[in-house]
């Protein structure tokens, strides 16, 4: 690297200089030139780094592509164009790759080869270093002037780049990989980068003046101390490596291109030194720099260090020669011919050469040519009088700093600056991120490597002509922003037909928007600072009305409905256009009565209603109803907070707000005119930031029961078809987490009760095609996801066609049940986790369900689905449900409680249509499926189910905590009851055979009547009521202060088959001795079994404590029990039974108890096969 042959370096952007002005009739100094050109390209550079960026590119410019290893080399391309870094433009006008770029000649040949993975993968940062230095004549010498006869006139900066890696970095994105590497460049005393991405160094040079020495001028006066030298002087100051440097006079700026010979002692100079002056002489310091760069025209530029010795022999004029002490290397600046375009690089006269650079001392002769920094001590420069203190730790190569010393004023040296310390001058750097690689073994070929590019790291912007700004009018407040419009329905009226962008600018807007019969309408704000509120004269009508239009959008702005609705989609019932591509997302929403409330028209067509990422917050009042209520086609609500706003709670652990500051309009208060929500004064953003930040951070933990007012949650109106409800977050509301259907309402515009039910018109209507998955619902006063529940005398249901409800997070639900009335059909309903009241095609998997419901002594369930169809129920985790209390004289309330409950399988309304011969088979599909299921249950059945189909339960844990004594089927079965009525075809083949041996003649003279045989044949259109029952862990938990009693622990019967296999059945009681007194559990039976055909082999029963009569009862026409191993007796009865190989722990008795209990209940002991 040529230096710059200049006087001095005074500029200092501090000053705030903006310009340098010519005097007459004064003399121009190549300073005076220089700091023009320093003040005029600093503030390029800045202003270019402050409107652009640090870094960044409008195009292709500097993009990594087409990863490779070549022969076993990282290689990729560098694509051409411009990128901004630190305000300087850098420009590729033409592809280059790593190994071939041009700016750097000597890179090492095998320099980043392929990656060693030792782990998994590993990744590498590749990033991009810029500086600027000096090129002279010397270096391109199309910059000669032949006609001056030989001198050089000026010199040339030129931005470099290289693009470089970063290996083994660690981390897989951009911004976590860029901040480790410049933590990196710190821990090795690097430097650090500032928000240009310009590399600061932590180190300072002083100048101080000896008060010892001689001037070199003998006839000038000696001097007290301070420059000695004769001449102006700008000593040059280089940092060589971190522990030395060097120095020399004119900036070192003499330069020169020479050969070296094959023994690298002599030095051949091709450029003839301008006078004897400049002679190389025996004991002065030179550098020989290699290539670095070549430009367009192939010209070399050097590099900005290279070899540092001194002069052997002085320069002999003749032979253009001299010699240094210190040989060069061999491979001294030869990495270059590695490259594979070479032959492109020596097509020079000659094809090799270095450059030299002259570090002239004056007569300091003896001195190093590479002396160490004594870091914190004055250190002399030669007998200059002059001595440099350097501080700091980060001594970067190539630093510099140039001193002005002139024998008028020894005492002083320019920059003034110096005397104090000061950073260096140069060399300028800038750094950023440009791609990251991921390497990782291949998939496909064993024992190499993949390699990808996984992240472009540059920053893109697009010219200010280019910028295509997407809003086509910009809406503002009047006070705080001005746009377009101040009214957001001026600026959607004035849209073309053809629709547009409305952005709404930052502030407070007053709006009841109406959209009617528009299409490709968004509405988009500044998030938090856009907020939106209604008029305080139509504080009942939503901020945005949307009817009969299509692709619209609205999307960050905050809206405040403390009293209404905020968005609500309402189409026409006479329209023919239905709305439809309806996205609301990315918003902040307060609202009373509904957040957002869709009301689709239907006229066969999907309305693609997309509501997104919105943080919804319904105030705590009576008025509140769902959040969301949509009756629409293909809607998609996903990934939506919404929370119930309660009234500050002191008593709440949970409540993150200050009960004693509400403010000065409380919000909550019920005695409230809710306009003076917007009158003049009122701080509605302070009111916004105050809910919104509830809505974020508020987390229930359970602790505290809430009595909410508002419904919340998430409504689904009847004949909804394909609606998706993904991963929301719901909190909160005295109603159900997700409802699914809808009676028809009577809406009334009145703050205290904004909608009422009508029990003389109202119906349902079943929804289609449900998917509920990996929502959040927590503290609802119902349950978590349910079918709409009615309480009064109608017996109608609300359908569910095909629904999936998978991997939901429901707890702390059910604690805020309605008031009971035992003359209605209310004392039927059931709450809990998941509750269906009509299902077909359900598949309720991988759920937890827990802690739902104040205490056992409320009737709650798991899953409880009063009618249902091809139900699979899978891996769902249903556990404390109900919590178990310990005082037992609390009363315990009648009604629907168990893990899972299905009441029904089978239509009782369409029952009577078995009969009709007509009728077409039933298909295959099981009436219900459980696998792997866990199920604590504290009181009442783990499982409960009435079938009339093939049912399976396969894998699963049950386990109920005591007996339900307000149901009587709980004291038949307190832990499992499977009753199915499916009918076996054994027993019709029974009934035919019976029916051709009977010769007996009916009243009527015939063999057989026409309705008797009518029946058999309907008959055989009915289902199967197989039960598999398998791999089972059943377990009656009856350790309570409490005593229980009951028959049986399970019962599972069926006029089909059931086999009972593998299961383990424990029955764990409670023996208690207290104070002489024995109390005990009392339980006849561990398990029943009744069918027409049983197996129940490879079974575990076990009884324990409990005072257990018998293991298990088993009737059946055929009746098979192998491999058992029980406590008690094993009671099989039938007219053909198969039993070996059981176990029985204490078998006293069993035979005379069997036949007992075969007389007793008048049930055949049976034939043994």
């Known amino acids: 690297m040529g230096t710059f042959d200049i006087s001095r370096i005074n500029f200092d952007k501090k000053k705030h200089y903006t310009s340098v002005r010519m005097q007459q009739g004064r003399v121009l100094t190549d300073d005076d030139w220089n700091e023009n050109e320093r003040i005029d390209k600093e503030i390029q550079r800045v202003t270019n780094s402050e409107i652009i960026g640090s870094f960044g590119t409008s195009n292709d410019g500097f993009k990594i592509e087409n990863l490779r290893l070549d022969s076993g080399l990282i290689n990729f391309d560098i694509l051409p164009g411009t990128l901004y870094l630190g305000g300087l433009r850098l420009e590729l006008e033409e592809m280059e790759t790593y190994r071939l770029q041009k700016d750097w000649l000597q890179q090492p040949a095998l320099l980043n080869g392929s990656p060693d993975i030792s782990e998994s993968e590993q990744y590498d940062l590749v990033y991009l270093e810029t500086w600027q230095q000096a090129v002279s004549a010397v270096e391109d010498s199309s910059l000669f002037e032949v006609a001056l006869g030989g001198p050089d006139t000026t010199t040339r900066v030129r931005n470099m780049r290289r693009v470089l890696i970063a290996s083994g970095i660690g981390q897989c994105s951009c911004v976590e990989a860029w901040n480790k590497l410049v933590e990196q460049w710190q821990a090795e005393n690097k430097g650090t980068l500032n928000k240009q991405h310009e590399r600061i160094a932590d180190i300072q040079l002083k100048v101080t003046f000896l008060n010892t020495g001689l001037p070199d001028d003998l006839c000038s006066p000696s001097a007290a101390g301070g420059y000695l030298g004769a001449e102006n002087q700008a000593i040059r100051v280089q940092l060589i490596d971190n522990n030395h440097f060097t120095w020399g006079f004119d900036n070192a700026a003499p330069f020169y291109k020479v050969t070296i010979s094959a023994d690298g002692k002599t030095v051949h100079v091709i450029t003839d030194p301008k006078d004897q002056y400049h002679w190389p002489l025996s004991n002065q310091v030179v550098e020989i720099l290699p290539w670095s760069a070549v430009l367009s025209n192939g010209e070399k530029v050097a590099a900005q260090q290279g070899h540092l010795t001194k002069v052997e022999s002085s320069y002999d004029l003749d032979s253009g020669e001299f010699t240094i002490v210190d040989s060069l290397p061999a491979d001294f600046g030869a990495d270059w011919k590695s490259r594979a375009n070479k032959d492109d690089l020596d097509d020079q006269d000659p094809a090799e050469y270095f450059y030299m650079r002259i570090w002239n001392r004056g007569d300091d002769l003896s001195s190093d040519s590479k002396i160490n920094i004594t870091f914190g001590t004055p250190q002399p420069l030669g007998h200059t009088g002059l001595q440099i203190t350097i501080t700091g730790n980060d001594a970067v190569a190539s630093d510099f700093w140039v001193i002005a010393a002139r024998p008028e004023t020894p005492n002083l040296v320019v920059p003034w600056e110096l005397e104090h310390g000061l950073p260096p001058h140069g060399v300028r750097r800038f750094f950023a991120p440009l791609a990251l690689i991921q390497w990782m073994p ?118 405040m409905a403390l009293d209404g609705i905020a968005v609500e989609v309402n189409d026409t019932k006479d329209s023919k256009v239905g709305s439809e591509k309806i996205t609301i997302k990315e918003n902040q929403i307060i609202a009373g009565i509904h957040a957002i409330r869709i009301t689709a028209t239907d006229i066969g067509i999907d309305n693609c209603i997309d509501i997104l990422y919105n943080q919804i917050g319904m105030m705590d009042k009576p008025i509140g109803k769902a959040a969301i209520f949509s009756i629409a086609d293909d809607v998609l609500i996903e990934r939506n907070r919404i929370v119930v706003i309660p009234a500050p709670n002191k008593d709440d652990p949970d409540d993150p707000r200050n009960p004693d500051n509400p403010g000065d309009k409380d919000p909550f208060d019920p005695c409230r005119d809710p306009r003076l929500s917007y009158v003049n004064g009122f701080s509605l953003a302070y009111y916004s930031y105050s809910l919104i930040r509830y809505v974020v951070i508020y987390n229930p933990s359970g602790r505290f029961i809430k009595g909410y007012q508002a419904e919340g949650g998430i409504q689904i109106g009847g004949t909804s078809e394909r609606v998706r409800i993904l991963e929301n977050e719901i909190i909160g509301g005295k109603g159900n987490g997700i409802t699914l259907g809808h009676l028809t309402q009577v809406y009334s515009r009145n703050y205290t009760t904004a909608f009422s039910y009508n029990d003389n018109n109202f119906e349902y209507s079943p929804l289609y095609e449900i998917i509920i998955e990996r929502n959040k619902i927590f503290q ?132 009577k249509n078995v009969f009709d011969t007509k009728i077409l088979s039933f298909d295959g599909i099981p009436a219900v499926k459980l696998i792997d299921n866990i199920v604590e249950q504290p009181l009442g059945h783990a499982l409960f189910i009435m079938a009339f189909g093939p049912v399976s339960a396969i894998g699963n844990q049950f386990t109920s905590l005591s007996t339900d004594k307000t149901n009587m089927l709980s004291l038949f079965a307190s832990s499992v009851l499977i009753f199915n009525l499916g009918v076996s075809k054994d027993l019709l083949l029974i009934g035919f055979q019976n029916m051709a041996n009977s010769n007996s003649p009916t009243s009527d003279g015939s063999a057989l009547s026409t309705s008797y045989l009518q029946l058999l044949q309907s008959l055989q259109y009915l289902p199967n009521g197989k039960v598999m029952f398998s791999g089972n862990q059943t377990t009656l938990d009856m350790r309570s202060a409490s005593i229980n009693f009951g028959i049986s622990s399970q019962l599972i019967c069926s006029l089909d088959d059931i086999a009972f296999n593998n299961n383990q059945s424990e029955l764990a009681g409670f023996l208690s001795l207290e104070k002489g007194s024995t109390s005990f559990d009392l339980m006849l039976f561990n398990t029943m079994l009744i069918a027409a055909t049983i197996r129940s082999n490879d079974n575990r029963f076990s009884d324990g404590l409990a005072l257990t009569f018998y293991s298990l009862f088993s009737y059946g026409y055929m009746n098979t029990a192998l491999g058992n191993q029980s406590t008690h007796c094993l009671m099989t009865f039938g007219t053909l039974r198969s039993i070996y190989h059981n176990i029985i722990l204490i078998d006293d008795l069993c035979n005379d108890q069997k036949q007992y209990l075969s007389e007793a209940m008048a049930v055949p002991v049976g034939k043994d096969y």
Do not use: W
Not at 507 to 513: D, F, K, L, Q, R
């Open 442 to 559: 291949s998939t496909f070929n064993e024992g190499n490597l993949e390699g990808k590019i996984i992240h472009d790291c540059r920053k893109k912007f697009h010219p200010l002509t280019e910028q295509g700004c997407c809003c086509t009018f910009t809406v503002g407040d009047g006070k705080q922003s001005q746009g377009d419009f101040n009214s957001i329905q001026e600026a959607v009226d004035n849209l073309p037909g053809a629709g547009g962008k409305i952005c709404v600018l930052a502030g407070e807007h007053i709006a009841n928007v109406s959209i009617l019969n528009r299409k490709q309408i968004r509405i988009s704000g500044c998030g938090e600072h856009s907020i939106v509120r209604p008029s305080s004269d139509k504080m009942d009508a939503p901020i945005f009305l949307i009817q009969n239009s299509q692709k619209i959008q609205i999307d960050n702005l905050t809206l």
């Open 780 to 911: 609802m006063g119902l349950s978590g996801i349910s079918a709409l529940l009615y309480g009064g005398e109608s017996s109608h249901l609300s359908i569910v066609n095909d629904i999936s409800i998978y991997r939901n997070h429901i707890r702390y639900c059910t604690h805020q049940l309605p008031e009971r009335n035992s003359n209605t059909s209310s004392t039927n309903l059931a709450f809990g986790g998941i509750i269906l009241n009509d299902c077909e095609n359900g598949n309720i998997s991988e759920n937890r369900i827990e802690e739902n419901g104040r205490s056992e002594t409320i009737p709650v369930c798991g899953i409880y689905i009063f009618y249902g169809e091809k139900i699979i129920i899978s891996t769902n985790y249903i556990v404390k449900n109900g919590l178990p209390i310990t005082d037992n004289d609390t009363p315990i309330i009648a009604g629907a409680r168990g893990g899972i409950v299905i009441k029904m399988s089978f239509k009782a309304a369409d029952f």
